[in-house]
């Protein structure tokens, strides 16, 4: 089935970095979504992306809506120890009902 | 408040057994989806439904089977035919097709 390249894997960082993420996918994708997990709990909605080209900002949170619509990345700024927790990207693929997601970011905070 | 509701939150089952997960929404959302989640991976889907009487199986659909009788509910049935049915299980919402996807708590099924 189709895929979507998640990365990295995980990351570990010092609280106040910046972080980037993103995926990747060799197929057309309608719509970009980014979503948080934490431990035990359903993903939580972050930012929707729904046009080419689409810059959007949630707080520190910046994803954009790659132009050629196979990617798209996201962006933390300034990290606080709540930002830990997985990151998910999922796309809806071009003429297709599906919502796919991709593996995970794990991102670490060090204090 | 309106949301997405899964229960129960665990639920423990012998092998063998049939066992049905709930999954409630009352934010008028056309669209369900259940997904599987296995430790360190990403969400699998199982089956979706893009309107009430109507659903199609997703990557993973052997071994569970799903109805869609009203707009609000989707249950999932985990089957004895399922091999490994031990997993963190995602139910989903969203508007129609076009738009993003919200989620319940999830239902940690665990089979002994």
């Not at chain 1, 990747?24 to 909605?45: A, D, R």
């Amino acid at each position: 089935g189709q895929q979507l390249n998640q990365s990295p894997q995980s990351m570990f960082i010092q609280e106040g970095e910046d972080v980037s993420m993103n995926c990747t996918s060799s197929s057309i994708f309608n719509t970009w979504l980014w979503y948080k997990q934490e431990p035990g709990e359903g993903p939580v909605l972050l930012i929707a992306l729904y046009k080419a080209g689409e810059l959007t900002s949630n707080g520190r949170l910046t994803a954009q809506f790659g132009i050629t619509r196979k990617d798209s990345f996201l962006n933390i700024s300034a990290s606080i120890p709540s930002d830990v927790g997985i990151y998910f990207c999922a796309g809806q693929l071009y003429r297709d009902d599906k919502i796919i997601f991709g593996k995970g970011t794990r991102l670490h905070i060090l204090p | 408040d309106g949301g997405i509701t899964q229960s129960p939150k665990y639920l423990f089952r012998k092998e063998g057994q049939n066992v049905t997960l709930s999954c409630e929404q009352n934010l008028n959302h056309d669209a369900m989806y259940w997904y599987r989640q296995d430790p360190g991976q990403g969400l699998r889907l199982i089956y979706y439904s893009q309107i009430v009487n109507d659903f199609q199986k997703g990557d993973i659909a052997e071994g569970y089977s799903v109805s869609r009788e009203k707009k609000e509910s989707f249950p999932l049935t985990v089957t004895s035919a399922q091999k490994n049915p031990t997993a963190f299980y995602l139910c989903a919402s969203s508007m129609d097709r076009n738009t993003e996807a919200f989620f319940g708590q999830g239902t940690r099924l665990t089979v002994v």
